[in-house]
């Protein structure tokens, strides 16, 4: 079994699914949390949106629209 | 001793709904309240408040009490006040709506304070909804768990222990359909009893300790904190800086506690949320269950209806199809309702007779309610679509689409609901955009929403375009018709550059955010559409209503009468004038309908604004009319009519008539002409006419500043791009 490795969730392409590790940004972290994206919740990404710069993605089963940047900040392992 | 002594209550008693975004509150609010409704503002903020009165059935079941008698069963009716309040997703707020909650709920002095909360969850979602739900029971508020929603659960298979987790919560957990109206009366029973003895339903315990941190700063500030209990306490400490009702003192108290002891606020909230999720997640696993996969759906519209290609393209569809039904639908209740006004006016006059009454009557009131009236039909239909599309969740899906355009114009992806319902009236666009977090995008969303059109425009350019555009057509495309589109057009472009020249002028270091959620797709729950519709219709009504009939008296009144001795000179020289060029009954009337409507008061601030905007090609009638439309630009219209109409006795011309034979007495050429009519039609898409819009400017934004920034900005690109549009057609 590899060494769990942790990758930020901007660098994953459409179709792959990872369990999120932790965030990055403690702001962007407290709204994320809110929102109940957290440490365990499965994420997928399913599309980008048209004109660049924003993805759709699902964390457990439901759907969310994160901005790159905001990805940016989610560990995934 | 009897138990049912009716004490008087000190004030109505208040039920907040509260819950996340999307749970269902407002569905629920229609569903209990129906159209006794009202909405109003919260004190202080800007946010729109829905309230409405609840009747709960007071039943006072029989009791054995201790020596032996049996109370009676008294039934009664108890009156309470429901609030509906924002969607929140934490006590943690991040856009102005959020902030709205915890403001209220964490001041127990303030009127909405409420002394029951309905929180109000998705079954489908409790994994998520019960974050907010723990910290308002730790704030100690009489609590009823309403899993929304229900509808849902055989649907997809999931199956809930209602009796466990009203056990493992300790709190009385009704399901409710919000849509099919299932549960309703339960919940109104465990309402009046939550009401009746709150005290049976305080939390034993909090499902959240504060940290050692956060202790140290508590004990430090419980004294001078009005908190009921720590967590309450808590949450000033996080918020005093914001919140509306600690004092200047107790902040600078607060703030120097936190950095001697080193509280690190956002650090804290994320433990916290952590430790809450932890506390809850086992509950709700041990109560719900999961079924088949529901969304699937949901993914299989989203890969169509968000596909990177098709996904704009259908959503230019849906906006293409929008407006023409808009157009189509409308125009028969248009026609109808123009109809009514119109004999209505004869009526009157054939009743009345001639007199000054009667013309306050028909041209004053009537013509101006009939203005106002006709566009129901099309603020009606085009709030219809917008509720519909919300409710269905497509507009989520706009803002995600979107959302990378609109920031390169420095806007955010939730300003597509914002300029789509411009279209219809600016007011509630404004009010939308609330739900964005970051303050520079939504200051401009704020200013550049009033350029689109909105529908008190339509019967302007109805009228002008006759003059602008021939009336060709080419196969199906009109020529009239598509230089209407190009005016729709024109403000919508207009709005997208301003913004990016406001981004450009505006600087702002505080980061913006997306992150949206994109609910299911749901059948929507007509009740809902129709409330809104019913709702936005009064509300434009009453609002434009008042104003236009306020300024049709007025204009009548300025237009009948004129500073001492000026209309007697007129009544003379037209006098002699008929004498001398002998001109038939008629034509004398005319003539003295003009020399009069010259000699009165608004003939005087017409001559008086006329050398402004001559290089637009407009004269001083026209002026009269720009004047009185800076109040509300629907009054466009009724000012022509009674510009056009007043003491002539050929009122059963239409007014597009009437306009059509003015003639311009140093050229004499038409004064509708090509040129004119487009320069007013420039002006009239750029110009902000309208007093209500700025009065909501002034309210979101919290101040003049950016009222009259945008009302001098909106003015002057109307000016000059009107001076152009004349200069360059002339
Ligand atoms: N199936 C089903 N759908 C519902 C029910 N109640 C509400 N909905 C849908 O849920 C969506 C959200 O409802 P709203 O009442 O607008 O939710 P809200 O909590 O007021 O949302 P915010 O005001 O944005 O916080 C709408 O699309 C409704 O049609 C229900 O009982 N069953
Ligand atoms: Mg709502």
Known sequence: MPFPRTTTAALYTIGTTGVIDRFTNENLAGKLLDIGVRPGSRLSIIRKSPFGSCWYVKIDRHCLALRKQELACILIK | ?730
């Open chain 2, 1 to 730: 001793m009897h138990s049912n002594q009716v004490t008087a209550p000190a004030r109505t008693a208040v039920v907040g709904l509260v819950g996340n975004p999307n749970s269902g509150k407002s569905s629920l609010f229609n569903l209990l309240t129906g159209l006794r409704q009202r909405i109003g503002n919260f004190p202080g903020v800007t946010v729109e408040k829905k309230s409405g009165k609840l009747k709960l059935a007071e039943i006072r079941t029989p009791v054995g009490t201790m020596d032996g008698e049996i109370a009676e069963d008294v039934r009664g009716v108890r009156e309470v006040e429901i609030i509906d309040f924002p969607g929140a997703y934490s006590c943690y707020p991040t856009s102005l709506d959020e902030r709205l909650v915890v403001q209220e709920l964490t001041n127990p002095a303030g009127d909405l304070y409420p002394d029951a909360i309905v929180y109000v969850a998705d079954v489908t979602k409790l994994d998520k909804h019960l974050l907010l739900f723990t910290q308002l029971r730790d704030l100690d508020l009489p609590m009823v768990l309403v899993l929304n929603m229900a509808d849902l659960i055989e649907e997809t298979g999931l199956k809930v222990d209602v009796e466990r987790l009203s056990s493992r919560l300790r709190v009385p957990v009704v399901p409710v359909s919000a849509r099919q109206g299932t549960g309703v009366d339960e919940l109104k029973e465990v309402i009046a009893d939550l009401l009746r003895n709150p005290e049976a339903y305080r939390p034993e315990e909090p499902f959240y300790e504060p940290g050692t941190r956060a202790r140290d700063v508590l004990s430090e500030l419980r004294r001078v904190l009005p908190a009921r209990n720590n967590y309450h306490a808590l949450l000033l400490a996080h918020h005093a800086s914001w919140l509306k009702h600690i004092p200047e003192k107790t902040r600078h108290l607060v703030q120097e506690s936190r950095v001697k002891h080193g509280f690190h606020s956002l650090r804290a909230q994320v433990e916290e949320t952590m430790e809450r999720y932890d506390t809850f997640e086992p509950i709700v696993r041990d109560t719900v269950r999961r079924g088949t996969n529901q969304s699937s759906l949901t993914d299989k519209v989203d890969n169509v209806l968000t596909h990177q290609i098709f996904g704009p393209l259908i959503f230019v569809v849906i906006m293409v199809f929008l407006f023409q039904a808009l157009f189509a639908w409308s125009a028969w209740p248009m026609d109808g309702i123009e109809w009514i006004f119109e004999s209505l006016g004869t009526g009157v006059r054939a009743i009345l007779g001639p007199g000054w009454l009667t013309d306050l009557l028909v041209d004053g009131v009537i013509a101006g309610l009939g203005g106002v009236l006709v566009f129901i039909p099309q603020i009606a239909i085009l709030f219809f679509f917008i509720a519909l599309l919300e409710e269905v969740g497509y507009l989520a899906r706009a803002a995600y689409m979107f959302d990378s355009i609109m920031q390169r114009f420095g806007l955010n992806g939730r300003s597509v609901v914002a300029l789509i319902s411009g279209h219809a009236c600016a007011i509630p666009a404004i009010m939308s955009t609330r739900t964005i977090a970051n303050w520079k995008e939504r200051l401009l969303t704020i200013l550049v929403t009033p350029l689109t059109s909105c529908s008190a425009r339509i019967p302007v350019y109805v009228i002008l375009i006759s003059f602008a555009v021939p009336d060709v057509s080419w196969g199906p495309f009109g020529a009239q018709g598509l230089a209407f589109t190009g005016l729709y057009f024109l403000g919508i472009t207009a709005a997208m550059l301003s913004a990016l020249a406001f981004k450009l002028v505006l600087k702002s270091p505080e980061r913006s955010f997306l992150m949206l959620e994109l609910p299911e797709y749901r059948s929507p729950v007509w009740r809902n559409v129709g409330v809104t519709v019913w709702q936005k219709v009064k509300t434009f009504i009453v609002e434009a209503g008042k104003i236009i009939l306020l300024i049709s008296v007025v204009l009548w009144g300025l237009s009948t009468y004129g500073p001492p001795g000026a209309m007697d000179a007129a009544r003379t020289q037209v006098q002699s004038q008929v004498e001398t060029q002998g001109l038939d009954d008629d034509q004398a009337a005319d003539l003295l309908a003009s020399e009069q409507l010259e000699a009165s008061f608004a003939g005087h601030i017409g001559k008086a604004i006329e050398p402004a905007i001559r290089p637009l090609g407009y004269d001083w009638k026209i002026g009269i009319a720009l004047f009185s439309s800076f109040a509300a630009r629907e009054v466009f219209v009724g000012t022509m009519a009674i510009i056009y109409s007043i003491g002539s006795t050929d009122d059963e011309l239409r007014i597009q008539d009437r306009m059509a034979e003015e003639i311009n007495p140093r050229t004499g050429e038409p004064v509708y002409n090509q040129a004119t009519a487009w320069s007013l039609l420039v002006f009239y898409v750029f110009a902000m006419m309208c007093m209500a819009t700025t009065a909501v400017t002034k309210r979101e934004t919290g101040g003049w500043k950016w009222p009259i920034i945008q009302f001098t900005f909106m003015t002057v690109l109307a000016y000059v791009s009107a001076m152009v549009v004349y200069q360059v057609l002339s």
